[in-house]
């Protein structure tokens, strides 16, 4: 509701107030209050030596338990978050090489950040939300892998 009410407010007047707020804190809370809000994920396209994609099966996904690796942003740098997602739910130690893909929807409002990387080492171990996983050739995909996913793992790896 107070997003709605000061995107009333003509553009200059609000960097007029901005600049002559006396409080840095109270700036801060406005600018929190009345920004937009979404959610940032991040997925990997993982391969090994031999070109094989990471695929994991997630435990709360009924009809498509396969899926990249990946989770919610907490307050970190991304590549940071991924790797602690992947060992978290895995126990795979995985190396960052890159930003692949940046994409937004709005469903829920989020961006997902997409990275290639790879699995450096670690052991498998289930966790409460991964219960396997495996290795598969491009277009050689399970069954119960989104068909979003197929095409954006394709798309990935065909920029390299």
């Not at 940046?102 to 991964?130: M, Q």
């Amino acid at each position: 509701m107070l997003s709605r009410l000061v995107n009333l407010i003509p553009r200059d007047w609000l960097v007029y107030m901005y600049k002559y707020m006396p409080s840095k804190k109270f700036k801060n809370w406005v600018v929190y209050r009345t920004q937009h809000k979404f959610m940032i994920a991040v997925l990997g396209v993982l391969t090994n030596e031999k070109g094989q994609v990471l695929l994991l099966k997630h435990t709360y996904r009924r009809d498509e338990p396969w899926g990249m690796p990946g989770g919610w942003m907490e307050l970190e740098q991304p590549e940071a978050g991924l790797v602690r997602e992947i060992y978290e739910e895995t126990r795979f130690r995985a190396r960052i090489t890159g930003l692949a893909k940046a994409i937004y929807d709005k469903k829920p409002a989020r961006v997902d950040l997409v990275f290639r990387g790879r699995i450096v080492g670690g052991t498998f171990t289930p966790s409460v939300e991964i219960s396997d996983y495996m290795y598969c050739d491009p277009g050689h995909w399970p069954q119960g892998l989104p068909a979003h996913q197929k095409k954006l793992i394709l798309d990935i790896l065909a920029r390299n």
